[in-house]
């Protein structure tokens, strides 16, 4: 085995050395600033107002380190990141910068350590240990609409617990928040009747993490599983299901117009609207063909709640299914139009070489013709339809401000909703004959797929394993 280069550096030590560059750097900042009489300071200020809010404090002095400074801390916050990859995605870049600055304020201002790589990495280190200390495991209940036929007080869409909001709150809430009079349970009562105008609530547990980036994962995880509920249901049953952090003009409404005889009226509601839903929908979810893609839908929506990278096929279909639920909501049929061919897109296409439209509709038609949701012929057409007025809408001479295209987004949506529950199993297929684990790889299991046929795919799944 041949010996280390002496001057060679790990990854770490270069992050290290980098570091040190950009501390020598806010040093030089501060020094600049203690330098400045009292009058230039002012001057300073005057012409750059939000350069004083740049400084960091210790017990007996203030010390200003500019906007560049700002920017320096900056980098440095974000050499930390990579330093510690294990922080991506858990706390957001400000709170990384507020410990940056204060270990840096310990180390080098109040404890006076000279600014070389050890005194540098032990920085980091500080810096580390105390956005660390602050994670945690949260559970997080999120309020919601869903569907209110069904007698069953609770159901489970893979790590994500919907459970009725009465009996969230007899059986969770403690006692001492209803029992007693003065500010802290004013407010506690208020969250409850604010919990209480929802008929059911969403709960997730996200591993340890910052609880901004907890609450993110928690909405997000959330927000998959009733996306993937709308692409089960459809848009028209699943129109008014969502959480309450999602904006919705159906909770609360005011108008105020006039006639032409001058006369001013008004009109308010305030009310929740509650679909009740297929009358089914607790039994398809849990039984036979329902049961199966829940809990397939489920097995992903985990990696969001314990915070692990998706791999390429799982990062695409909840890509998909999220585009779907965002098509489901959004007003405009024509951007609804776009974002379904973009779930399509997102799931069968894994490559921009030219000839994107003859790709997505010959990938398309197969998809679903081998799973027997259409013809060959009639997938064709609808694909090529879809495909044609997303380009037109985009790029051509159709207006997505013309109100021609409510037909055509029943159609797109029934097209995506066919492809992801169809990918649902191909992707198994896919994954056990190829195991593609870069967009490259993928475009190569989708050519092979297409120019050998499923039964073939099959046999050499199983072949592998």
Known sequence: MPNKHPNASTPSEKLVGQSTKISNKIAKQIIRFQKMSHKELIAHFNSNRFSSFCSLRT????????????????????TLIKYAPELQGKVNLDKVVNAVIGSYSKQFIVDGNPLKNESVKDMLELALQDIKSKFKKYTHYIPCVFFTHSNHDQFFLGPVKFIRTPTLLSNTIPLEWTAQDNDETL?????IDYYKEYPWVA?????SCDFDASFEFAV???TTALNAIRVCFGSEATKLVRLSTEASDDLKSAKIWSSSDGHLEWSHSHQLKSPSGPSNWYEWLNEEDGGRIKSFFGHLIDYACTLTEHSELSSRL?????????????????????KYVTAIERLYLASSEFGVKSRFV????KVLNDFELSSSELAKQGASRIYELRSTLVHGSSSPRVGETHLQRAEAEELARGCILCAEQLYRVIFDAFDPKSTEELEVAMKKYEAEGLQWC???AIQRH
């Open 318 to 338: 909840i890509d998909s299914v999220n585009s779907f639920g965002d098509a489901c909501l959004e007003k405009s049929p024509a951007a609804s139009i776009v």
């Open 362 to 365: 010959s990938r398309v038609s």
């Open 203 to 207: 709960c997730v547990e996200i591993e």
């Open 59 to 78: 017990p007996t002095k203030e010390y200003f380190y500019g906007l560049e400074g700002r920017q320096l801390f900056f980098e440095l916050a974000k």
């Open 458 to 460: 099959i046999e050499k």
């Open 187 to 191: 407010g506690q009562r208020s969250t």
């Open 220 to 222: 997000y995880a959330c």
